[in-house]
């Protein structure tokens, strides 16, 4: 997971929204609050956010193949209206933003996308308020991945009230990045 992880971190390093790089990471949930707390601490830019959730992998020769999830973070407000929340985040952000994400996977020489073109971008998940239930039985069996469905009016899984556009794919990546 680290090692693919890093690689997709630096085939999205030179990714920009409104000529500003956006911030790439991956890992877990606890790794995605850790990530929000730094952020926080040293006063910088947190959103927009490509996250990487990665999945197993195998080691293919000269490529990793893995099963990844992309989410794409903006933060938003609990109270928006559904006609506020898409004018202001999804419109505005995170719609123009994964179709960058989507152009980067598409166009990467670093990057296989598996399955046919026209089936491989679907099951796409817009996720209002994406939030989990934290109460403490959940968090101490399930704290280490995104595996459960965003709960409205639950708390945020980062502490802030959160907006995401999801979806997955299995990838394979170049070992070594052009």
Same mark, same amino acid.
């Given at each position: ?53 990665i999945d197993s ?10 099963k990844v999830k ?19 985040v999804y419109n ?22 598996? $399955? ?14 994406? $939030? ?47």
């Amino acid at each position: 997971m680290i090692t693919i992880g890093m690689l997709l971190r630096n085939e999205f390093a030179d990714v920009t929204f409104n000529d500003e790089p956006i911030n790439t990471d991956f890992g877990t949930q606890k790794m995605l609050i850790e990530w929000i707390k730094d952020k926080d601490r040293s006063n910088q830019k947190k959103y927009p956010l490509l996250w990487f959730v990665i999945d197993s992998y195998n080691d293919i020769n000269d490529q990793y193949e893995a099963k990844v999830k992309f989410i794409l973070f903006y933060q938003s407000k609990y109270h928006f209206k559904n006609k506020d929340r898409f004018e202001l985040v999804y419109n505005k952000t995170l719609n123009p933003l994964y179709e960058i994400v989507k152009e980067k996977l598409i166009s990467s020489r670093n990057i296989n996308i598996m $399955g046919l073109q026209n089936q491989v971008f679907k099951n796409i998940v817009d996720a209002d308020n994406y $939030g989990v239930n934290l109460d403490t039985l959940t968090i101490k069996r399930q704290e280490h991945d995104f595996s459960r469905e965003a709960e409205r009016g639950k708390q945020s899984i980062a502490q802030e009230v959160l907006d995401a556009k999801i979806f997955e794919l299995t990838i394979k990546i170049n070992k070594k990045l052009c």
